[in-house]
Each structure stands twice: as structure tokens, then as C-alpha cells.
């Protein structure tokens, strides 16, 4: 197993916009790896250059051991890319979207054919092969655009948003493909705005926030660090009992406050921390959950709008 991108001070700027700012990763052959961050973070200028389509202002980018600077041709016939927008032909059937695909990469007709019949079984687009693009659903479309990046072998799959606009039934199962992918030792970047979508998929992942890193490692990992086991949640909190909270969590140890316009979070990393039961006794409206991605998120990035 080998590392198939590294990242040292990658920059891109236009003009006096700086969208990504000096950052340095690494993606090791087999995992998925995760880009997370708000609009405008940097996320795909970011893979817009690990893909060859966007030269960096600077640092060091290598793909495959190539330098994307030098070897982009070669480095786009070698990747997989699965945009963030729809770009599938209308005017031809699924197959024929894959066939045509598949010319782009010189393939041989014989070893096209074989692919494709590999990617339509995989993605359970069969049925199908012979539908124009307009008669199919978003969750299909969606598919068929990844079964596409797959036609080239490629030695690292890269997914701008793939379930973007998706219904929950079809994003799901979009997972379930990605996941089947991953088992089968295929490399993926990823960039999505869908915190349960990074921590069902993602091995390891960078948040981006104005084009840099503020953290970086598994979900799991990210998690405890940055928002602990539980999170205990009091909704329209009065102002006596956002100092009854305040001075809880400074009395337990072991808690950490948010406080927010209409939420106060209570983020617990202890077993043995605060009891939700007896704040509903005192008439809060309380919710009890565990820590997840998203809290991680929102206290890295923070909760205001980004436009």
C-alpha cells in the first residue's frame, strides 16, 4: 500500500482571492478520504487540482507520483471524477453514455464492453441500459454517473458532493455502492456537505474552513476530541437557567458550554457527567444525544450562515 496524493503547502489563488491557503495532506492507497467544509471553504478548488483541471499557485502537489504541474494528461487518464453537477449526454442512452466515456480513455472495444457490462451489473443499472437519460430519477442519474469514473479503472476515485439533492432512499443506497467500492480496496476522495455521509464513508478526513485545515484524522477521533461522548441539549433556555448550566458545567468538570441565540450545548466527556432527567424535572426542554460529526463541524466552522 502506497500514498497516492501529497499535498505540502498547496496554495490557489485568483487574483487577490486566496481559496486555498498553504494546506498539506496525504491520501493512502485504499481509504476513503474526506474534504468537509462550508461553501467557499476550498473543497473543490482543492480537487479541482488533485484532478489536473486547475493548475496551484503553489506548494507541492503529486497524484500518483506525478506532479499535477507537469503530468496532468497522464494523471487525468489514471483518475476517476464524479462531479458535483449533472453532466450525462440526455440525448443518449445509459449505455451509450458509458461507451462514450470509455473512448475518451482510448479503450479497446472488446475490453469497453466488458467494463461496462462490469459497472451496469454493479450499479443495478441493467434494466436500464437502454433508457435515455431523461426518463431517469436523480437517484439513477447519480449512479450512472459513478459507474462512468469506474469505466478506466482508476487508480483513485474522486466524488464532488455525490449525493447532492438526493432523496434520503437513493442517497443511501448510493452509500451502500461506495461502500461496496471501498471493500474492494478502490482509493476515493470525497468532498460532501452530508456530516453522516463522512462518517458512514470517510476512513480519515480534513475539515476546511477560508482555505485551511483546522483539523484532521477519522470521524471517531474528531469526535471525541473536539465534542467528547454525549451532548445534552436545552432548547429556549430561560436566563436563570442558562447561569444554572454555566455554573453546573464549571461544578461537574468534564463539560464544555455552547451557548447559542436558543440552544445552550452541553458537550460531556465523562460517563458520568450531567443528568438530562432532572433538567426535564426543572421544566427545560432537554435533548440527550451522542456526539456526532456535525457538532464537530458547526464548533470548528461556527454556526453563522457563510455566503
Request: neutral net charge; glycine residues 10%.
Amino acid at each position: 500500500m502506497g500514498t497516492l496524493v501529497v499535498a505540502r503547502g498547496l496554495r490557489k489563488s485568483f487574483g487577490s482571492v486566496v481559496a486555498v491557503d498553504g494546506i498539506s495532506f496525504q491520501v493512502e492507497e485504499g481509504e476513503v478520504f474526506g474534504i468537509l467544509g462550508p461553501n467557499g471553504a476550498g473543497k473543490t478548488t482543492t480537487i479541482r487540482m488533485v484532478a489536473g483541471l486547475s493548475p496551484p499557485s503553489g506548494g507541492e502537489l503529486l497524484v500518483d507520483g506525478l506532479d499535477v504541474s507537469r503530468y496532468g494528461r497522464r494523471i487525468r487518464a489514471r483518475l476517476g471524477l464524479v462531479p458535483q453537477h449533472d453532466n450525462l449526454d440526455p440525448e443518449l442512452t445509459v449505455r451509450q453514455n458509458l461507451l462514450v466515456y470509455s473512448r475518451y480513455f482510448d479503450l479497446p472495444r472488446k475490453l469497453a464492453e466488458e467494463r461496462i457490462e462490469e459497472v451496469l451489473q454493479l450499479f443495478h443499472l441493467k434494466e436500464r441500459e437502454n433508457a435515455r437519460i431523461d426518463s431517469l430519477s436523480g437517484g439513477l442519474r447519480r449512479r450512472l454517473i459513478i459507474a462512468r469514473a469506474l469505466i478506466n479503472a482508476p487508480r483513485l476515485l474522486i466524488l464532488d458532493e455525490p449525493t447532492a439533492g438526493l432523496d434520503p432512499q437513493a442517497r443511501h443506497l448510493v452509500w451502500q455502492k461506495l461502500r461496496q467500492l471501498q471493500s474492494q480496496g478502490i482509493t476515493m476522495l470525497l468532498t460532501t456537505h452530508y456530516m453522516e455521509e463522512a462518517e458512514q464513508l470517510c476512513d480519515r478526513l480534513i475539515i476546511l474552513h477560508q482555505g485551511r485545515i483546522l483539523a484532521e484524522g477519522s470521524p471517531r477521533e474528531l469526535i471525541e476530541a473536539y465534542a467528547g461522548r454525549e451532548v445534552v441539549e436545552v432548547r429556549s433556555p430561560t436566563p436563570k437557567e442558562r447561569t444554572y448550566l454555566c455554573a453546573l458545567a464549571a461544578r461537574t468538570g468534564g463539560v464544555e458550554v455552547e451557548e447559542t441565540e436558543d440552544v445552550v450545548y452541553l458537550y460531556l466527556r465523562r460517563p458520568d457527567g450531567l443528568d438530562p432527567a432532572a433538567m426535564r424535572g426543572m421544566g427545560m426542554q432537554v435533548v440527550y444525544r451522542r456526539a456526532n460529526l456535525e457538532d464537530v463541524f458547526l464548533r470548528l466552522t461556527g454556526r453563522a450562515l457563510v455566503e
